[in-house]
């Protein structure tokens, strides 16, 4: 374990289906990402939260919606995803923005049927 | 439009052996660089990293290797264990007031018994 964890590990869902990921850190990092990894590509960074608040948002299809209750947990809301959002979702946390050491989940493999 | 990349999307060395993934960037503004190390089933693992103002720095087993002229990266890894089976990163930051990374496609290592 990194320190920081996914669930779930695996998830299938439909087209119209409406699903969660979830990411928690008890590193005391202040800051947390989503990233996506789709196969033979690069790491595409998706959202970037910083004590709670969103700083960025990497032109992101609104299907996706995430949230930061609070800097610890940092959510993936799912609806209405195409085959092609098919992936895995990688959470990092870091200490701080600009901080680079970054820490990973293991990531959340989604299949979307 | 710039980006990180590798030369070489497979390598496989024998064991024992040394191993050197390479990695072109593009960004001269890039001023930090770090290499993740990605087994199957978990997420980017942090190896090393190496700041522009440095042309090499060590780990354990580990070499990065900067060359601003030609910008180029690579990581070397000492006498190549099959627990070094992986797919290797790299990443680059943006430069000053930047806290995105821009990661590569990645290498996958495979080391022969």
């Known amino acids: 374990e990194t320190g920081v964890t996914q669930t779930p590990r695996h998830l299938v869902m439909g087209m119209t289906n409406k699903k969660s990921l979830k990411c928690e850190q008890h590193?005391?990092?202040?800051?947390m990402y989503w990233y996506k990894q789709s196969a033979k590509k690069p790491l595409e960074l998706m959202f970037v939260?910083?004590?709670?608040?969103?700083?960025e948002n990497n032109s992101v299809p609104s299907r996706f919606s995430p949230e930061c209750p609070n800097s610890s947990h940092l959510f993936l809301h799912l609806h209405t995803l195409q085959p092609e959002d098919s992936a895995l979702y990688l959470c990092?946390?870091?200490?701080?923005?600009?901080?680079?050491?970054?820490?990973f989940g293991s990531g959340t493999r989604l299949t979307v049927v | 439009g710039e980006s990180v990349g590798l030369h070489l999307p497979t390598l496989s060395v024998q064991e024992g052996d040394n191993s050197i993934i390479n990695c072109a960037y593009s960004?001269?503004?890039?001023?930090?660089f770090i290499w993740y190390k990605q087994e199957s089933g978990k997420g980017p693992q942090f190896i090393i990293d190496?700041?522009?103002?440095?042309d090499k720095r060590q780990g354990q087993r580990v070499t990065v290797l900067l060359n601003k002229t030609v910008k180029h990266l690579s990581l070397q890894i000492a006498a190549t264990q099959p627990g070094d089976s992986a797919v290797y990163f790299c990443a680059e930051s943006r430069g000053a007031g930047s806290y995105q990374l821009t990661f590569g496609k990645g290498t996958k290592l495979s080391v022969i018994p």
């Open positions: 990092a946390s870091s200490q701080d923005l600009g901080n680079y050491g970054y820490t």
């Open positions: 939260y910083n004590f709670k608040e969103q700083t």
């Open positions: 590193l005391g990092h202040n800051a």
């Open positions: 960004n001269s503004a890039s001023d930090y």
């Open positions: 190496i700041r522009s103002n440095m």
